[in-house]
């Protein structure tokens, strides 16, 4: 992707603070009483929703006088590609899960943990609202572009630090999914956000990765909702 101009740059850990700044912003871009008590908001929130918690930590980056930027939201250069690329990468990857990775790992066929959207169309409406909403936006806002701005502040831009960042993400993103959706789901949780987290920490944008994972999700209620996962996972491995 092409590189952010001068307006969208990062800023490193010792960057000045904005001219506009107050002394409760600075305490909120710190790790003082003041964050972690944001920090327990967006904690709180994420317990409702993941979008709810993202709203949240927008809130904490605009009182904070943390540019969006900062969190990945950078403008592509053309949305038609990074919405139909989002698209084919997301559906791509999970195919690729659900035929191939899934099955080495022992996966069964059948996600037990939504069977019952099979063939059930009043739960159409909502469940994609949850997909776009919470996991697209919501998820990729708090567990990318949140916590990789927190940990890169703590920890530092280096390559070390970027790859513990990329493995400590993988891993909370991984213990979110181990309630609902089991062991099984929870490793298809963690190498997803190692991969969306390697492309974060490589491109530092949203935008593909909220698209891609959206993608992802919709497939994988697709896959559910036409009742053909047997097939799916049985692509390869008969």
Known sequence: MPTPDSSTQLPGPGAPAPPEDDGLAAQLRGFGPAWWLSFVLVLAAALVSPGLAALVVLAWAHRSHTPWS??????????????????????????????????LLGAPPINAAFHDLAHEPRAVPGFLFLLLFGAGFGEETLFRGYLFERLGRLMGSGLPARTATVLITSTLFAAAHIITQGRYGAEQAFITGAVFGTMFAATRRLPLIMVAHAA????????????????VAHWIFR
């Open 70 to 103: 900062d969190l990945g939201f950078v403008r592509p250069a053309s949305w038609t590609r990074t919405i139909l690329g989002g698209i084919a990468l997301g559906a791509a990857f999970k195919l690729l899960m659900k035929a191939l990775v899934m099955p």
């Open 216 to 231: 992802f999700d919709v497939t994988a209620y697709a896959i559910i909702y036409f009742d053909v996962e047997t097939a």
